[in-house]
């Protein structure tokens, strides 16, 4: 396998909240490789902004290592931490918010530009700011270049966002609900956009989503990483997750997703959940902060040990669950888990 883009060792984040730490990751390790598609899911505060804020640099960790190209980010400086800046790139989930109100399409791009010295005259800024506005569709580009942000649909100011990710060349972009804010009829025509942007410049995509389903059309052929709480509860190659689910939370995730088909909808199995409370960042549950509300909760197990992103028997991916990844002991319970599954 080649080496890593990026790589997140046994990564921590807390946020002081008067004299209280909130723990927002725990443990997370993941890996990016080039031009690979990787989705992060989850609901709302599981972590998953903090995540790709850390993969890019925006944030710093608590704990643990980030590295990039095989090396510690705390080692780079001058040249080197710039050009590690500018290789990871993020397009936040507001375009309205993320681009100056006050500054046309073309001044937003140029800034970049000029800034990491990308051009050297003004006919080839002209030229290059063209180039970006067609490669995320926005054609012809002389009926955008001079309008305001507040001028543009949201489906073009979130490409303007993406053009703008692309003014320095990265090697990554981390897509952070980069489509939950345009009309649903031009989702598909972004995420196809982005493929092909993947394809087209060797770029790796980090892509946060809470819808499942959307991760499973945007990234059949890469990864999804599954949190809960701050943690990773479930990564794998995208078949598998969705088609064999291991970790109770992702099932839960998976059954709520509704049919095409009303039928197909109306006689879906819905997991029932113990509790529909999800707990508070500050009374994380001891142990898998999951067992409060699943159905397969082992007393004196899962609330009393926290389980490790491992291998599971029966599975080609990894998940957080002991039950499923204790050997013989538990073995009996993992045969019944997987029988009920299935």
Same mark, same amino acid.
């Given at each position: 396998?080649?080496?890593?883009?990026?790589? !997140?060792?046994?990564?921590? =984040?807390?946020?002081?909240?008067?004299?209280?730490? %909130?723990?927002?990751?725990?443990?997370?390790?993941?890996?990016?490789?080039?031009?690979e598609i990787l989705c992060l899911v989850g609901e709302s505060g599981c972590g998953k902004t903090t995540t790709?804020?850390?993969?890019?640099?925006?944030? &710093?960790? &608590?704990?643990?290592?980030?590295?990039?190209?095989?090396?510690?980010?705390?080692?780079?400086?001058?040249?080197?931490?710039?050009?590690?800046? $500018?290789?990871?790139?993020?397009?936040?989930?507001?375009?309205?918010?993320?681009?100056?109100?006050?500054?046309?399409?073309?001044? %937003?791009?140029?800034?970049? +530009?000029?800034?990491?010295?990308?051009?050297?005259?003004?006919?080839?800024? $002209?030229?290059?700011?063209?180039? !970006?506005?067609?490669?995320?569709?926005?054609?012809?580009?002389?009926?955008?270049?001079?309008?305001?942000?507040?001028?543009?649909?949201?489906?073009?100011?979130?490409?303007?966002?993406?053009?703008?990710?692309?003014?320095?060349?990265?090697?990554?972009?981390?897509?952070?609900?980069?489509? &939950?804010?345009?009309?649903?009829?031009?989702?598909?025509?972004?995420?196809?956009?982005?493929?092909?942007?993947?394809?087209?410049?060797?770029?790796?995509?980090?892509?946060?989503?809470?819808?499942?389903?959307?991760?499973?059309?945007?990234?059949?052929?890469?990864?999804?990483?599954?949190?809960?709480?701050?943690?990773?509860?479930?990564?794998?190659?995208?078949?598998?997750?969705?088609?064999?689910?291991?970790?109770?939370?992702?099932?839960? @995730?998976?059954?709520?997703?509704?049919?095409?088909?009303?039928?197909?909808?109306?006689?879906?199995?819905?997991?029932?959940?113990? &509790?529909?409370?999800?707990?508070? +960042?500050?009374?994380?549950?001891?142990?898998?902060?999951?067992?409060?509300r699943c159905p397969f909760f082992v007393p004196g197990l899962c609330d009393s040990r926290v389980p490790p992103?491992?291998?599971?028997?029966?599975?080609?991916?990894?998940?957080?669950?002991?039950? @499923?990844?204790?050997?013989?002991?538990? =073995?009996?319970?993992?045969?019944?888990?997987?029988?009920?599954?299935?």
């Amino acid at each position: 396998m080649s080496q890593p883009l990026v790589e !997140l060792r046994h990564v921590d =984040r807390s946020f002081k909240q008067g004299r209280v730490m %909130i723990p927002v990751l725990q443990d997370i390790n993941l890996t990016v490789a080039p031009n690979e598609i990787l989705c992060l899911v989850g609901e709302s505060g599981c972590g998953k902004t903090t995540t790709g804020k850390i993969i890019v640099g925006l944030l &710093s960790q &608590s704990a643990g290592d980030v590295l990039y190209q095989g090396r510690p980010v705390g080692e780079f400086r001058g040249k080197e931490r710039s050009a590690y800046r $500018r290789a990871l790139q993020i397009v936040h989930q507001d375009p309205f918010a993320s681009l100056n109100s006050a500054h046309t399409i073309g001044q %937003i791009l140029s800034y970049p +530009l000029k800034r990491h010295k990308m051009v050297h005259s003004r006919a080839e800024l $002209r030229r290059r700011i063209w180039e !970006l506005l067609t490669l995320v569709d926005l054609t012809p580009p002389g009926d955008v270049v001079n309008k305001f942000p507040h001028q543009l649909s949201g489906g073009q100011r979130q490409r303007v966002s993406i053009a703008r990710a692309l003014t320095v060349e990265p090697k990554l972009i981390v897509a952070d609900e980069a489509v &939950s804010m345009v009309d649903v009829s031009i989702r598909v025509s972004l995420l196809k956009m982005m493929h092909r942007l993947r394809d087209q410049l060797n770029l790796a995509i980090v892509f946060i989503t809470h819808d499942l389903a959307l991760a499973k059309y945007f990234a059949w052929e890469g990864r999804i990483g599954v949190m809960y709480l701050g943690r990773m509860v479930e990564l794998g190659p995208t078949p598998d997750v969705i088609v064999n689910p291991a970790h109770p939370y992702t099932r839960a @995730l998976i059954s709520a997703i509704p049919e095409a088909d009303p039928e197909l909808t109306r006689r879906k199995e819905r997991m029932i959940l113990r &509790s529909e409370d999800i707990p508070s +960042l500050t009374e994380i549950p001891a142990g898998c902060a999951f067992h409060p509300r699943c159905p397969f909760f082992v007393p004196g197990l899962c609330d009393s040990r926290v389980p490790p992103l491992a291998d599971a028997e029966g599975f080609r991916h990894q998940v957080a669950c002991l039950p @499923l990844t204790q050997g013989d002991a538990l =073995r009996e319970y993992g045969d019944a888990f997987r029988e009920e599954q299935s």
